[in-house]
């Protein structure tokens, strides 16, 4: 069982930037694909980020690429999102999902694969 817990949320003003980290407790989460998400209310989950668990492989959703960045650290249990150029569009609820996994290159973009997630952080982005 992995427990995951968000921060780093927040207002910010377009143009600025924020670091989402995820933290996971309960056991080591180094064999673990992790993954980003946002949700808008009204509308389905949607893939921002993944990395695979030695954090070699990663993928972003196109309106994310060149702005924002994942990483990991396996020591520490956590994983980050650099959101850098924030838009408007980007404001959202951002969740973090954790799946067990035994290729160290699989990423995971679909939300029913993971096994566990965070509860979310609120990112608001104002024009």
């Known amino acids: 069982q992995v427990q995951l817990v968000e921060s780093g949320g927040g207002l910010v003003q377009a143009g600025g930037s924020l670091r989402l980290s995820c933290a996971a407790s309960?056991?080591?989460?180094?064999?673990?694909?992790m993954g980003w998400f946002r949700q808008v209310p009204g509308q389905e989950r949607e893939s921002v980020a993944a990395?695979?668990?030695?954090?070699?492989?990663?993928y972003y959703t196109n309106s994310v690429k060149g702005r924002f960045t994942m990483s990991r650290d396996n020591a520490k249990n956590t994983v980050y999102l650099q959101m850098n150029s924030l838009k408007p569009e980007d404001t959202a609820v951002y969740y973090c999902?954790?799946?067990?996994?035994?290729?160290?290159?699989?990423?995971?973009?679909?939300?029913?694969?993971?096994?566990?997630w965070g509860q979310g952080t609120q990112v608001t982005v104002s024009s």
């Open positions: 990395i695979s668990y030695f954090g070699g492989t990663t």
């Open positions: 999902a954790a799946k067990p996994v035994e290729n160290p290159f699989t990423i995971l973009t679909r939300s029913s694969l993971y096994d566990y």
């Open positions: 309960g056991r080591s989460f180094s064999n673990y694909a």
